[in-house]
């Protein structure tokens, strides 16, 4: 056999599969790889071909190979109507190198360890909202502190009447295609039509027209005062020069800020929320992370905090159990090419299952299972492990999205207890293009424990 199996569908089985799997994609993942193994096509009578893969040794084949052997932004144009053309993920070859060049400093070395204290404090502002006794929805404060931090963090703003705007259309904006029914606007293009503000897609449009018109605007006025003194990201990215001493334009810094926003936003909410979850329904979990926490010398920093093995390891785990992104950027293939064994021809989509990677029973013993301490005990390959992607295609925000969701979660910890509403187990539910918790899930504030938190500095 020359391609990996897969099922023979007509085109209304096809169909109802894609909605299947628009609705529940992890359940549908697992009886496809129950039913065709390792490696399977979505469908053999379709061009181009889908395959999708799971074995560490397929997964180093792509990631490994020349850039210049796929094509990834056709693949990516799911992407277009949320990001802009503009936007790195959407860029093939030496185009996305040089925005990848240009967008990678703000999120590296020391430039990471300044985001310390905005994230401390905004996690604390949020907390101060919850009272004790009173239920409040994970989700929904989870992306309060994502969307702050990520705000402060590229205007350096966290007031004022375009800061509060920004929040409002972004939140708006990434909930009208949020839920499982509406995320079908995304998956099929014949759903998207303008028939005006009133229906789902014209009020999507006039939503993203408000946010790139506000990001432009915020950017022309910020090349016009040219202040050396600021060192958010924006300020950053203006700076920046490529090899031939060419700027980014505006479009371009329009379309990079939007993707900023929407990666280091909800990815974070979701992740964030699931390792409450999980922290919560473990008791064992939680009495060893806040132990660890309780070990903090006075006078610890944050970066103290970030290396905690313990915690960086819930978070690990937390992002393998239910990885958000379902998987990596999809690849096209440009010229023939073997890939264990089988055998592709040019414009086959490649797509690695970050999901069935993180599930497979041979390299993440019980699978099912919440347990941290795989990750004290091994070194996973980025072939075993890639809850942001790999390769040229990884994602830029990864170790802000850590060092955010570790400091978070220490900051809540130390600072309430808290309790599921409901102990009855979740399941995932799609959001957009992610898998997040669903959005009714909640939990309550059932002590203050300000005196135990440890002196950061």
């Known amino acids: 056999m020359?391609?990996?199996?897969?099922?023979?569908?007509?085109?209304?089985?096809?169909?109802?599969?894609?909605?299947?799997?628009?609705?529940?994609?992890?359940?549908?993942?697992?009886?496809?790889?129950?039913?065709?193994?390792?490696?399977?096509?979505?469908?053999?009578?379709?061009?181009?071909?889908?395959?999708?893969?799971?074995?560490?040794?397929?997964?180093e084949q792509i990631f490994t190979a020349n850039a210049e052997l796929f094509d990834t932004n056709s693949?990516?144009?799911?992407?277009?109507?949320?990001?802009?053309?503009?936007?790195?993920?959407?860029?093939?070859?030496?185009?996305?190198?040089?925005?990848?060049?240009?967008?990678?400093?703000?999120?590296?070395?020391?430039?990471?360890?300044?985001?310390?204290e905005l994230i401390h404090n905004v996690?604390?502002?949020?907390?101060?909202?919850?009272?004790?006794?009173?239920?409040?929805?994970?989700?929904?404060?989870?992306q309060e502190i994502s969307l702050q931090v990520i705000l402060?963090?590229?205007?350096?703003?966290?007031?004022?009447?375009?800061?509060?705007?920004?929040?409002?259309?972004?939140?708006t904006m990434l909930d009208s295609v949020g839920s499982p029914v509406s995320s079908l606007l995304l998956f099929f293009t014949s759903l998207q039509k303008d028939w005006g503000a009133w229906s789902p897609w014209g009020r999507f449009l006039r939503l993203k027209q408000q946010i790139d018109s506000l990001l432009i605007t915020e950017i022309r006025e910020r090349r016009q005062q040219n202040d050396p003194n600021r060192d958010d990201i924006l300020s950053l990215l203006l700076a920046a020069r490529d090899e031939q001493g060419e700027a980014m334009t505006d479009e371009e810094l329009r379309d990079e800020l939007i993707t900023l926003l929407f990666a280091g936003h909800?990815?974070?909410?979701?992740?964030?929320?699931?390792?409450?979850?999980?922290?919560?329904?473990?008791?064992?979990?939680?009495?060893?992370?806040?132990?660890?926490l309780k070990t903090?010398?006075?006078?610890?920093?944050?970066?103290?905090?970030?290396?905690?093995?313990?915690?960086?390891?819930?978070?690990?785990?937390?992002?393998?159990?239910?990885?958000?992104?379902?998987?990596?950027?999809?690849?096209?293939?440009?010229?023939?090419?073997?890939?264990?064994?089988?055998?592709?021809?040019?414009?086959?989509?490649?797509?690695?299952?970050?999901?069935?990677?993180?599930?497979?029973?041979?390299?993440?013993?019980?699978?099912?299972?919440?347990?941290?301490?795989?990750?004290l005990e091994r070194q996973f390959s980025p072939y075993e492990y890639l809850p942001f992607g790999g390769s040229n295609r990884r994602c830029i925000g990864a170790a802000f999205a850590m060092f955010e969701m570790k400091l978070a979660l220490a900051t809540i910890l130390t600072?309430?207890?808290?309790?599921?509403?409901?102990?009855?187990?979740i399941k995932p539910t799609r959001r957009g293009l992610t898998v997040a918790p669903p959005a009714n899930m909640q939990m309550v504030v059932t002590q203050l424990k300000k005196q135990e938190k440890p002196v950061l500095v």
Request: hydrophobic share 40%; charged share 20%; proline share 8%.
């Open 2 to 59: 020359t391609i990996p199996d897969g099922p023979s569908n007509s085109v209304l089985m096809r169909r109802i599969s894609t909605i299947k799997w628009i609705f529940n994609p992890f359940k549908v993942l697992e009886e496809r790889a129950a039913k065709y193994g390792e490696s399977f096509t979505i469908s053999k009578n379709i061009s181009p071909l889908v395959v999708y893969f799971t074995n560490p040794q397929a997964i």
């Open 75 to 116: 693949a990516n144009d799911i992407l277009l109507p949320l990001l802009g053309e503009h936007s790195m993920i959407l860029l093939g070859g030496e185009k996305h190198q040089r925005q990848r060049k240009l967008l990678m400093p703000p999120f590296h070395g020391d430039r990471l360890r300044t985001y310390g």
């Open 123 to 142: 996690t604390e502002q949020v907390i101060s909202q919850w009272q004790v006794g009173k239920a409040f929805k994970v989700r929904s404060s989870m």
């Open 152 to 171: 402060n963090a590229v205007f350096g703003i966290h007031e004022g009447e375009r800061f509060n705007q920004l929040r409002q259309v972004l939140t």
């Open 266 to 292: 909800e990815t974070t909410a979701s992740a964030l929320s699931w390792a409450l979850y999980w922290i919560d329904s473990l008791p064992e979990v939680k009495e060893k992370l806040l132990n660890e």
């Open 296 to 375: 903090l010398p006075a006078g610890s920093n944050f970066s103290d905090i970030a290396r905690l093995p313990y915690l960086n390891a819930v978070c690990c785990e937390t992002l393998r159990i239910y990885p958000i992104a379902i998987t990596p950027f999809p690849r096209v293939v440009k010229v023939p090419m073997e890939i264990m064994g089988y055998q592709f021809e040019p414009g086959t989509l490649l797509l690695v299952s970050t999901y069935l990677t993180h599930q497979r029973e041979d390299i993440y013993p019980e699978p099912k299972k919440f347990k941290p301490e795989r990750f």
């Open 415 to 425: 600072s309430c207890e808290l309790k599921l509403v409901n102990n009855r187990p």
